[in-house]
């Protein structure tokens, strides 16, 4: 069931409903996201798997199996022809969506791989690791052309603006830091802080703004030409888990993550206030992705849980 919060200031706001619950992992559900085009999700498991689901009519199309241990995070390139996914067992395999063939392993890293990201045009991927470093990868050849050693403790995150000139990375070190993609020195360090934690950061759609999650409950959007932030969102908990969050564009400008309570929050981006909570899952929503053009939301829990839901608006 999916209850309403505090509305006030929107009410033109359509709640999100639940619309179906997948089932086909057989472990927490780590990371989901829509392809870029819209036509399919993706999950990644503790379970070493992912399922690729029709977007339209949430059939399981194809199950990836290679990983020999759990994946943390998952990413689409750009023409969401291939998927990449970051695992415990050191290594990221790239995947072609269409025939679910692992098309490339990608090895280097000597930790957990815990997050990645294409760039715009699909040419390099950037992984960040438990080893603390930040690899870039060449897609074509797999090869890795740079390690960025920025970070005290393991990265959380990791992401390229619109325009696939910067990299943004989080780490358990405090610190949330942008590094330029052609000579990858460091340009600006949006927060270095020792605690709490940088769970989460991205950039907006965009690209002038950065969303920060921390494990202190607290999501803040930050300008990233001044360097100051500009709003929090609060209410939702999250002081243990990398939570994903993220922009929902395509009726209005909303907030959305995650939350240890095992809902999922939107937030309106301006004013601030939270005004929805969908309630469902048994256990933590660690991710969350918006539909690129349709209203449409999914959200994956872990152990407990170990479903993806997904919840629309009605037009």
Not at 78 to 93: G, K, N, Q, V
Not at 255 to 282: A, F, P
């Amino acid at each position: 069931m999916a209850t309403s919060g505090n509305s006030g200031g929107n009410q033109n706001y359509k709640p999100y409903r639940h619309l179906k619950t997948l089932t086909g992992h057989e472990s927490a559900v780590s990371c989901v996201k829509f392809s870029n085009d819209g036509t399919l999700l993706a999950s990644a498991s503790l379970d070493r798997t992912l399922i690729i689901w029709s977007s339209a009519t949430l059939s399981l199309l194809h199950r990836l199996v290679g990983h020999s241990e759990g994946i943390s995070d998952l990413a689409w390139s750009s023409d969401s022809h291939y998927i990449c996914s970051a695992s415990d067992d050191c290594t990221l395999r790239i995947w072609d969506a269409t025939t679910g063939d692992c098309v490339k392993i990608l090895r280097g890293h000597s930790d957990a791989v815990f997050c990645v990201n294409f760039n715009p045009q699909s040419s390099y991927i950037v992984s960040g690791s438990f080893d603390e470093s930040i690899r870039v990868w060449d897609v074509k050849t797999g090869r890795c052309v740079q390690i960025i050693n920025g970070h005290s403790m393991p990265v959380t995150s990791v992401h390229y603006n619109r325009e696939g000139t910067l990299i943004l990375s989080a780490s358990h070190d405090g610190s949330c830091k942008v590094w330029d993609t052609k000579t990858f020195a460091p340009l600006k360090t949006l927060i270095d802080d020792k605690v709490p934690a940088v769970s989460f950061a991205k950039f907006s759609p965009n690209g002038k703004f950065i969303l920060v999650a921390t494990l202190n409950d607290t999501l803040k959007l930050w300008n990233y030409s001044s360097g100051k932030f500009l709003k929090i969102y609060s209410g939702h908990e999250n002081r243990v888990y990398c939570i994903t969050s993220t922009f929902s564009v395509t009726n209005g400008r909303y907030i959305v993550s995650g939350s240890e309570d095992g809902c999922v929050y939107l937030w309106d981006l301006q004013q601030k206030n939270m005004i929805q909570r969908l309630e469902g899952h048994t256990d933590t929503v660690i991710s969350v992705t918006c539909h690129p053009t349709e209203n449409k939301i999914a959200s994956a829990g872990l152990a407990r849980d170990a479903t993806v839901r997904v919840w629309v608006q009605d037009s």
